[in-house]
Each structure stands twice: as structure tokens, then as C-alpha cells.
């Protein structure tokens, strides 16, 4: 019965998360369901309070910092009219004969350069609508263009990425989201080219097919300024600022500051290598962040940027936090135990393989990378660095593989990113899902493997 309660609670929050109910409310609500199933009702309660609620707690503490400043940093870019710059800048470059390379590049350099997801859909969206259309290229096609320059590399593979899924696995390995920088060069550039393979593939297809653009589409419209926008190279700073000060910090720095002081009982003992990561990226948006504002002075209301940011990382973070503490109650179910070890064992004692498996099913599970992700190295982690020092393997590629595997089954239907994303495209999963699913989970899966093999045969570097 235990396991039967963990799988009916997965089920049950898959369909409900797909149908469109919060994460916020069904997580605790399926986690307490699997109690029920498992020990009856006399513990509901303190499974709710002293593991769920407080599992919530440490990660909302842990990365409240991140969310919130990556979401007013999009703010600020968005309002001020840089990030539609930057689009529209690329659009005009390369052309509308060109118009999926043109959306995968603009989705890449925002996202690379901490503005969310959400924001650069919104942002992104008008000019890929009008590219398209001059091209003649199916409009079914936009949220698998958008996908393979924010969903992918920029997400997990690219070097200095701050997304939070290159973030997450920082505290747990004593990493830094530069980590194996140049097997993530190379996973990267096969990720972009195979993205652009299937695209221009589907593309190719539907002229084929004599397929246009489509009529009769319903379309959400960017809330961005259309006039006055900063020049191009203006724009890119604040973008170049997140990554450049977040390597600095990080490489010389943060190893060169006395942080004896971190091992007081005030701070908890930190270790630098824990929380240096989260350091360097607060550090680099918090920059980057005044930069636009002092750039951008006449064009952005300020207040309105900071209260619509702030407010709007708080559904972000509580649906990923939700998701940790679901998995911690999960986690402490008799039941649970066969299914870890079923997990680990299928890996034959690698570590990689380990991480990948166990942090991609996860991933599925909750429909959520970030979470996902948080969930497998909360429950695993420690065990994860252990089995990688025990077989002399870089915590650096650990970090990386994670970071990817997280990427793969987190991208079933039930993705409540991929649901925003067709919203703003006024599009339905029958049109465009199986390009989301091919870009996302397929070229994630391989491209996983494949860092396992280049780091088999050359090493970690």
C-alpha cells in the first residue's frame, strides 16, 4: 500500500498540475494523500508542518535572492524596451528567410542573460509572429523555436548560465555554474545544432507540404514599450554584466576573501564552496540591475518595476518550493525506500548515471526541472559527491550532468512553462507540443549522454 499511495499521489498531481490546478495547493494536498495511504491519519499533521513546510522553508531561503532579482532584472529590461531592442536588432540582421535562427538566437541571449522565461516569451513573441508570417513559416513552429534558445543550452549547459537549474546544484557539490566549462561548451553547440536541425527539418516539411503561416490565430500581445528603445549595444550591457561579473566572482574574487568568519555559529558553518555560486549570481544580477535602471532612468517607472518583479517571483519560487517539500514527505515514506533503491541500482553504482536517472525521473514527476532537480539532490546528493569522490570522478561534471538531466522528462505535457508558452502563442499542445517534446526532452536525453561519454573518454575540462 505504501508504494501504491506514492504512485497515486504522482498520478493525481500530474493530472491535476495538467488540468491547469496550483502546484502550491495540490502539492502538500497529494503529499498528505500518500501519508494517508501509508500510515493512516494520526501523523497528517506533523508531515504538513515539521517536514513539508519546513523543507518550503529552506528552499525559499536558499533562493528567494535569485528569483526575485532575476524577475525584476526582466522587469527593468522588458519596461525599458532593451530586451525588444535586442530582438528586433537580431530580427533585422538575419532576416525573416531566417526567422527561426533569428527567435532561437534572440530567446538565447536574453535568457543567458537572466531574464525569465516568462519575460522573453512575452518579449520575443510579436517579432517571431511577424517574422514568420513575412516568411511563410507555420506559426506552430514558434514555441519549439522559442524553446531551443531558452529551454536547452541557455537552461542547463551553457557556462555561467544563471538560470536556476545551473544554480541548484552549486550548494550541494561545492561547484560554481561555470562548472566544466569546456565539456559544456561542446554539449551546448550540439544542443544548438541539433535544435536547428529538427526546426529547419519542420520548416523544410511544411513548405513541402505547401503549409503558410496559418490564419485565424489568437495572439497575447508583449506588454513592451514600441517606441524610444535604448540602442542595441546599450541593451547588452546589463546581459554582458551577468555573466562577466559572475565569473569574476567566482574565479578570483570570492577565493581570494577571508570567509573564516562563515564558520561561526551565527552563520551556520557555512563552507564558501556551498553558497559562492548563489553569491556571485546575487552579486552579478544586482549590477546588472542598476546599470539598466541608471541607463534606462526616463524610460522605466522604477517602483513599478521593482513591485511587479518582486511580486511576480513569489508564484515561481512557491511552486518550485512546494514541489521540494512534497518530495521531502514523499522521501520519508516507508514505501519510498524500494523505489530509491530500484532507482539507484538500475545505474550499476555510477555516479553520473546515478544523478541523471534518478534527477530526470524526478523531474517528470513534478513537471518541473528546478524542481525536479532540487528534489533528487536534496534526497541524493550527499551520496552523489560521495560515489563521484569514491570513483575519482570531478564534482564539476556531476554538477553538469544533473544540471542536464533535469532538463529531459521535466518536459512532459504537464510543464507548467510549456503551458504558459502556448498560452502567449495562442497555441494547444496538438499543434505544437511535439516540437517542445523532440527540442526538450529527446535532444536533452542525448545530449546528457553524451557529456557522460566526452567526459569518459577525455576527462572532465
Known sequence: MDIFGIFLSVALMILLAYGGASVIVISPAMALLAVL?????????????????????????????LFMLSAIFGKIMEYSGSAKSISNYISEKIGAKNAILAVVLSCSILTYGGISLFVVAFTVYPIAVELFRRSNTPKRLIPGAVAVGSFTYTMTSLPGTPAIQNAIPSQYFGTNTFAAPGISMIISILFFALGMLWMNHRRSEAIRNHEGYGENYSAVSANTPQENLPNFWLATIPIIFVIAISYVCVKYILPNVDTDYLQSEKFGKASLGTIAGNWSIITALFAAMVFAIVTNFKRIDITKCLNIGSSESLVPIFNTASVVGYGAVISGLAGFSQIRDSLLSITTGDPLMAGAVTTGLLSGITGSASGGLSLSLEMFGAKFLAMANASGINPEILHRIVSLASGTLHALPHNGAFITLLAVCGLSHRESYKDLFVVCLVFSLIVTLAAILVNAIFGTF
Open 37 to 65: 495511504i501509508s500510515s493512516g491519519p494520526g501523523e497528517l499533521l506533523a508531515h504538513y508542518t515539521q517536514i513539508f513546510m519546513v523543507k518550503l522553508g529552506g528552499f525559499v531561503m536558499s533562493y528567494f535572492p
